[in-house]
């Protein structure tokens, strides 16, 4: 049990340290192209989140990302992003796509969708209806 306890934390540290080793990754935020303003999502649907991949720099050509929904009040700058529920979770980010199933959350026109890969940006706001 305790071999089995020291080689995961080897492997563990190892893999830590190739990352770290590893060139760093540089911020940068992809357009998002869909959803779009206004577009309606129904509950249950399943839907393509895309964003723009011409940008990406080297450093970022083998990262993952991480879609999460959120919305974003009038007056507000809190995305009251769901981070317990993401909508999609590593995929390569050079993909320029992810489909998601809409979740069954409260009906509303205000609802975003965030892609971190080492920086996040939103969507325009967006309608999820039952």
């Given at each position: 049990m305790f071999a089995n306890k020291l080689?995961?934390?080897f492997t563990a540290l190892v893999a830590?340290?190739?990352?770290?080793s590893a060139a760093p990754a540089q911020d940068f935020e992809p357009h998002i192209t869909a959803p779009k303003a206004g577009a309606v999502w129904h509950i249950g649907s399943t839907q393509n989140v895309t964003w723009d991949t011409s940008n990406i720099p080297p450093s970022n050509v083998n990262q993952t990302g991480l879609i999460l929904l959120g919305y974003i009040?009038?007056?507000s700058d809190d995305e009251h992003?769901?981070?317990?529920?993401?909508?999609?979770a590593n995929f390569p980010i050079t993909a320029g796509y992810a489909i998601v199933e809409?979740?069954?959350?409260?009906?509303?026109?205000?609802?975003?969708?965030?892609?971190?890969?080492?920086?996040?940006?939103?969507?325009?706001k967006f309608t999820i209806t039952a």
């Open positions: 080689a995961a934390l830590a340290a190739s990352v770290a009040v009038d007056g992003l769901d981070g317990q529920h993401p909508l999609a809409v979740p069954d959350v409260a009906p509303r026109d205000d609802y975003v969708v965030v892609l971190f890969g080492n920086s996040g940006n939103a969507s325009p």
